[in-house]
């Protein structure tokens, strides 16, 4: 099943004891992803791009509007529902070491995931081993804050550590604009290779042309809170 936006609105309110200002971010978008399938998202900075993203992984809630998983508004789920559909859209950020406790090594927060994903204790290392693999790093970084290592080696953990929870859809939010181009181009090889094994959906938001024209099967354009 597609996962989907329904005439998806977006204001934001300003307000104090004199005055009231709203912003209509977002302005009756519809969009559909099919797994499988990467969209590209483009716009201006300010066009909306990212709310719509976090929207779609419900971190954010809509004014107007539906977000549909398997043909169910994400807004009316049960808890059990919701508690899947968080775990089946993964969200990956701009700036991956936000997702990485800063006092903790990349094993520990490696291990943080698998323990959230019901993985016993004696196949840990099994598991770490597979996130390695995936990732393309080397053992020593397991015992490196991410503060001593590099970029792409952060992004590449915080990407391993979302696909280790199998989503069947994956929001990306400017992953590779922060890293040189050599670096960009690894990442998006590790992005199509995990793709192609996991058969996962993706919706790549990026202001960057030529980077969304290699990762995308089609390119859509947010301008004044609408898709052109």
Not at 41 to 66: C, F, H, N, V, Y
Not at 133 to 144: A, D, I
Not at 171 to 199: C, F, H, M, N, Y
């Amino acid at each position: 099943m597609p996962l989907s936006l329904r005439d998806i609105e977006k204001i934001y309110v300003r307000r104090n004891r004199f005055w009231r200002v709203s912003n209509k971010v977002l302005d009756r978008i519809s969009l559909q992803i099919e797994e499988g399938e990467t969209v590209g998202l483009m716009g201006d900075s300010g066009s909306g791009k990212s709310t719509l993203g976090r929207i779609l992984a419900g971190l954010e809630p809509p004014t107007a509007g539906q977000v549909l998983y398997e043909g169910k508004d994400t807004q009316r789920m049960t808890r059990v529902e919701s508690h899947q559909f968080r775990r089946s859209v993964q969200m990956v950020f701009q700036d991956p070491a936000s997702a990485l406790n800063p006092m903790k090594t990349v094993q520990q927060s490696m291990e943080d995931v698998i323990r959230l994903t019901g993985v016993g204790e004696g196949e840990t290392k099994s598991a770490i081993d597979d996130m390695l693999t995936m990732s393309g790093l080397p053992h020593e970084v397991l015992e490196r804050y991410p503060d001593q290592i590099s970029g792409g080696q952060i992004q590449r953990v915080a990407l391993v550590r979302v696909i280790f929870h199998k989503p069947r859809y994956l929001i990306l939010d400017e992953p590779t604009s922060a890293l040189d181009v050599s670096v960009q181009a690894q990442i998006l090889k590790l992005l199509r290779e995990i793709q192609q094994d996991t058969g996962m959906g993706c919706l790549f938001i990026s202001h960057d042309k030529p980077v969304v024209s290699f990762i995308s099967d089609r390119v859509i354009h947010l301008k004044d809170g609408q898709i052109r």
